[in-house]
């Protein structure tokens, strides 16, 4: 059961079970694929030991759908459990066709300068923020290695544009478009609603979302 993000004396805090924290890694590692990144090395994750004070915490907590068991999974179960781990294809590159990557590296320019000069700037531009976004990924997933996570400012602002990629890219798989689309995909809040890859896609698109929102939450409480 992950725990919300806390705004404490010490830093921002929040408690995630070992197997959310290993679908969160792959979907970091996912995203850096798209971008033509490289995950760090992957370290075997620590063993779930909330600190003391998260044991006795109350607020918001939500459970992340977890890999159904072998014996039960249907062919729809395994194939979302093998796009988790394989969003992106193996081989690194950068596809700007891709929808997803679009989203994640939009065009600089619109309106009639949509078709001129923006691949131009995308040249000159795109591989400092790519670097960035790289190098959030890269933060974020070291960031993992422990269930009980306490973050400083700098490493919780990097954390959270780590998750905003991910939403972007799912947003995408998802094609959310417009608010009807939202509606939809937030609809699907509990892992008996999931019935094919789609909906399934969607709870780790909502789960996401909700770490992100109270990581922005504590992260503004401080500043207010």
Known sequence: MALAFKSTLRGYSAF?????RQILR??????????????P???????DKPRFR???????????????????????DDAFWDLVGTLTDDVVHLNLEDPAVK???PDARSGDDAHHGSEQ???????????EKIADLQRA??????GSLMLNRAEAESFSRALNQVRLVLSSRLKIVDEQDAERVHAIGSVDQATDVESYMALLYNFVSWL?????????????
Request: charged content about 25%; glycine content about 6%.
């Open 16 to 20: 995630l079970e070992k197997p959310e």
């Open 212 to 224: 992100q929102e109270t990581l922005m939450q504590a992260l503004i409480g401080d500043i207010s």
């Open 26 to 39: 792959s979907l970091f590692s996912d995203v850096l694929t798209l971008l033509g990144g490289v995950s």
């Open 141 to 146: 997933y070291a960031l993992l290695q422990s």
């Open 41 to 47: 090395v992957d370290h075997q994750l620590d063993d």
């Open 103 to 105: 989203r994640l590296l």
């Open 54 to 76: 998260d044991r006795f915490r109350t607020g918001e907590s939500v459970h992340l759908p977890q890999a159904p068991e072998a014996a039960g999974a249907s062919s729809t």
């Open 121 to 131: 700037f995308r040249q000159l531009a795109q591989d400092d923020i790519r670097q």
